[in-house]
């Protein structure tokens, strides 16, 4: 199923993303932020499951920023999973 995350109090400001039907991430991309960053993030979490993915990167900061976009698309992943 593709989501759409508006982000808070990050440089990007949407997270679209793909989770199939086993729980893992076939897609990521975010709309604005550090571009080569996040590809990197993107790539390393497809294949992954949505539950892992969300554990390991929440609560990332960015400098004195209370959030990131690891940790947004954390959030992300968390309301997705909640609406399963």
Do not use: H, W
Request: aromatic share 6%.
């Amino acid at each position: 199923m593709q989501y759409q995350y508006k982000t808070t109090g990050t440089c990007a400001q949407m997270i679209q993303f793909e989770i199939d039907d086993n729980g893992l991430i076939q897609d990521v991309q975010f709309m604005g932020g550090c571009n080569g960053n996040l590809k990197g993030i993107s790539r390393l979490v497809k294949g992954r499951k949505a539950s892992e993915v969300a554990e390991l990167l929440k609560g990332t900061t960015c400098g004195p920023k209370p959030t990131s976009c690891p940790d947004q698309f954390a959030r992300a992943l968390e309301a997705a999973m909640a609406q399963a």
